[in-house]
């Protein structure tokens, strides 16, 4: 865990496995009211949750282990760096464009993951081992919350304007090291705090 980092509530985590669970229940049920009386079919549904579990389970693991691998990468060329992954909102690649960068592959429907560092000596976006963009804090016009658009619905997101006039958003995942989960409203303002606390010292400096 970076500096600042910070564990998800467990009730938070509990309620996400209740509702997982609750949902595959009454898809087997319905499955089930679909079968013949004699339930002939019961073992096919049932090695085919099994199959769909053990998919979902593997893809979850795979994608937790890519962002950590990518945020270790990052860790160790910026120590002492404050890290958290991100994924970047639909319209970044255009935003950058306007600050005078180009980033290849950035996924127009938003999504593509992003590492977040920051310092007393700015913020920076790193993918794939190298620098998307690096702003020192004077070039930094504001530092706000939004909503951000990652390949999905409509989620919390941190807002970073910059003097070059680009809104840069991005969408926080839930744990600094990453995972598969967004963080939520109050994960965004306390990853907010942590940045304007690293500029504001930097300017009190």
Not at 144 to 162: D, E, M, Q
């Amino acid at each position: 865990m970076t500096p600042g980092g910070r564990r998800r509530d467990p009730r938070a985590v509990l309620g996400q496995v209740l509702a997982i669970t609750g949902v595959l229940v009454l898809v087997i049920l319905t499955w089930v009211r679909l079968l013949d009386e004699d339930r002939t079919g019961l073992p096919v549904v049932l090695a085919g949750v099994v199959g769909i579990l053990a998919i979902g389970a593997a893809v979850f693991a795979l994608g937790v282990r890519r962002s950590q691998a990518r945020h270790e990468a990052v860790a160790a060329q910026r120590p002492g760096w404050r890290l958290h992954e991100v994924w970047a909102d639909a319209g970044l690649g255009a935003q950058l464009v306007r600050e005078g960068l180009w980033e290849r592959g950035v996924a127009p429907t938003g999504g593509t993951r992003l590492t977040l560092a920051w310092s007393a000596d700015g913020v920076e976006l790193w993918r794939a081992g190298h620098v998307v963009v690096a702003l020192p804090w004077h070039d930094v016009a504001s530092l706000g919350k939004g909503v951000g658009h990652a390949g999905s619905t409509a989620r919390p997101a941190l807002v970073i304007n910059t003097l070059g006039g680009a809104e840069l958003v991005l969408v926080p995942q839930a744990r600094p090291s990453g995972g598969v989960l967004p963080a939520d409203r109050a994960g965004v303002a306390a990853l907010l705090d942590e940045l304007r606390e690293t500029r504001d010292q930097r300017e009190r400096g």
